[in-house]
């Protein structure tokens, strides 16, 4: 039986990136053992690209919990949701100890 190799993506680069000597320092003496400057800004861009995902997702579901809010005429008080948040809070600190 032939097996057919999977075509491999074809890669593409950034335009290059300007920053003054100060920042470029501040970078080069973040890095860890191993790791390389572009290592390091790919790493930071790909965290921001999830990082704003998480981030519309986010605005998504409040913009549709307020128009299921909206809809129904079910709100909750500012007082409930903080206490919800504090139960969460001290569940998730009791499950660390």
């Not at 990136?17 to 920042?23: A, T």
Request: glycine share 6%; no cysteine; charged share 30%.
């Amino acid at each position: 039986m032939k097996t057919t190799a999977k075509p491999t993506a074809k890669t593409s680069t950034f335009p290059p990136l300007r920053v003054n000597e100060e920042v470029r320092s501040a970078a080069e003496a973040a890095l860890v053992d191993g790791e390389t400057l572009s290592g390091f800004v790919l790493e930071a861009i790909q965290y921001n690209i999830q990082r704003r995902a998480m981030q519309q997702e986010f605005i998504a579901r409040g913009l549709a919990a307020r128009d299921d809010a909206r809809h129904t005429g079910k709100y909750l008080s500012a007082e409930a949701v903080l206490a919800g948040l504090d139960k969460t809070l001290a569940r998730k600190a009791a499950a660390r100890k």
